[in-house]
């Protein structure tokens, strides 16, 4: 009988760390760099073979160190449980064999947001690792990923150009005082406005899990043939992606963010398909979009994927009405769609675009069925316009104040229901755009089935 030995096992470990030759090596990719990432521990270990069981502690621990090494090699900066951050992974063992050296079975590796890599070993060093860097690899490059990592950066650059801005505001101000000490000062100088500081960084309130929800983000900032990009969709569709597993309690591999080029045409079908397969009757759909909006020729109003075109937006982008007809037909009991992006089709400013052609006389509001609530961030008529440095759109900024920290509890009592999101969102957003020379107030449009004082949308939230 083959006698286990822990001294012997955990010497054995420590030499298989770094995996095997043949697996994919991991290689950082800038943009994750800082990305923080909660290893959930312990490991999930399930086993067929009678003879594993002796050693399940050992094989959690070597696949624990050999995700955390791979993670890190990737980027991630690995942190413990409850402190901030903005992913979070976990790891499981299907064992089918256990040898003193060796293992056999499947090592998943899920990753929230949004990408799971699984992967079948034979001969396998202890806790499955010798793929660990392969799976990370193939994780490190899913679009929701990418997305994120992408996200913290350009909120990093946003940062450090407002830093550099006010250093310079600062600098220049000290020369003019310098140059003007020795004339005489007939008036008090005036007081400029400082730049405003950058954006700390959002921490959002936990609701109760949406086991049976499901939720499509879309978020589209550079387009092929637009030239100017849309402006923080990027970061308002992350910043939405951790709201919707956070305070929304969607499970992560329930959540599917598509952003930029990923958000063409047909990815844009591939996941409304993708939430009419997967929502079960009964549970609930959640649709986000921001990016541009415009209308056509008649008036009729489009949301624009990555590959639309200008020149012909009937046939290359998406209408609004398509869009909420393909949620009201899912099997989910109600459908909550927030779309920033404007359709006021003489402007080409904040999320509108004009198309080409003559601009229509008169403009279509858009329908949702039956089951379908549609949060719009602006009128027909009205620009969606900025939220300011590093915030995004204005709707989406709101709306992540008023869901994602619990803002919109106007009645204390731990429920956001959707008339009283509307109510705390919908001022905020008027009156910020007043401020700024413009009308922006958004619209809720329901359905007949949809009652919005009685549609809770997140619910057990933290007391006030």
């Known amino acids: 009988m083959v006698r286990f030995h822990a001294r012997s096992w955990l010497l054995a470990l420590a030499a298989a760390w770094g995996g095997c030759s043949g697996s994919q090596p991991v290689v950082a990719r800038p943009e994750l760099a800082g990305v923080r990432l909660v290893l959930k521990s312990p490991v999930d270990v399930t086993w067929s073979d009678p003879g594993c069981s002796a050693q399940a502690e050992a094989q959690r621990t070597a696949a624990q160190k050999g995700a955390q090494a791979a993670l890190e090699k990737a980027g991630f900066a690995v942190v ?8 979070v992974a976990a790891v499981s063992l299907k064992l089918t064999r256990c040898q003193t050296d060796l293992a056999y079975g499947e090592v998943t590796i899920a990753l929230d947001p949004g990408a799971k890599v699984a992967k079948h070993c034979e001969s396998c060093h202890p806790g499955l690792t010798t793929h660990m860097d392969e799976i990370v690899a193939q994780l490190s490059e899913a679009p929701a990923v990418v997305a994120l990592g992408k996200a913290k950066a350009d909120k990093a650059d946003a940062e450090a150009a407002e830093k550099a801005k006010a250093e310079a505001a600062e600098k220049a101000k000290a020369e003019t005082k310098t140059a003007k000490k020795d004339e005489p000062k007939d008036e008090p100088e005036e007081k400029k406005d400082e730049p405003p500081p950058p954006p700390p960084t959002a921490k959002y309130v936990s609701g109760a899990e949406q086991k049976n929800a499901y939720a499509l983000i879309v978020g589209v900032e550079k387009y092929r043939d637009v030239s100017a990009p849309a402006t923080g969709a990027r970061v308002d569709a992350t910043r939405f992606m951790i709201i919707a597993r956070n305070t929304l309690g969607v ?37 986000y979009f921001s990016g541009y909006g415009s209308r056509d020729g008649v008036g009729t109003p489009y949301l624009l994927p990555y590959d639309a075109e ?14 909420l007809k393909a949620l009201n037909d899912t099997k989910a009991k109600e459908v909550v769609a927030f779309v920033d992006a404007c359709f ?64 919109g509890d106007l009645d204390g009592d731990g429920t956001i229901t959707l008339q009283e999101l509307s109510q705390w969102v919908t001022g905020r957003v008027s009156r910020q755009a007043k401020k700024d020379s ?10 007949k089935s949809v009652t919005p004082a009685s549609l809770n949308v997140a619910w057990n939230l933290p007391a006030k």
């Open 80 to 87: 413990e449980d409850g402190a901030p951050h903005e992913a």
């Open 438 to 447: 413009r009308d922006q107030t958004p619209v809720l449009l329901t359905g």
């Open 251 to 287: 499970p992560g591999d329930q959540i599917k963010m598509i952003v930029d080029d990923h958000a063409a045409e047909s990815d844009l079908k591939k996941g409304l398909d993708w939430l009419k397969s997967n929502v079960s009757s009964g549970g609930r759909a959640y649709f």
């Open 344 to 407: 006021a089709f003489t402007k080409d400013t904040g999320r509108c675009v004009a198309a080409e052609g003559k601009p229509p006389s008169k403009s279509k509001d858009p329908a949702p069925g039956g089951k379908v609530a549609l949060y719009l961030a602006s009128g027909a008529s009205e620009v969606a316009g900025p939220g300011g440095t590093g915030a995004g759109g204005l709707f989406s900024f709101q709306l992540a104040e008023g869901l994602g920290k619990g803002n």
């Open 310 to 323: 200008l020149g012909s937006i009937s046939a290359t982008a998406f209408e609004l009405d398509g869009v």
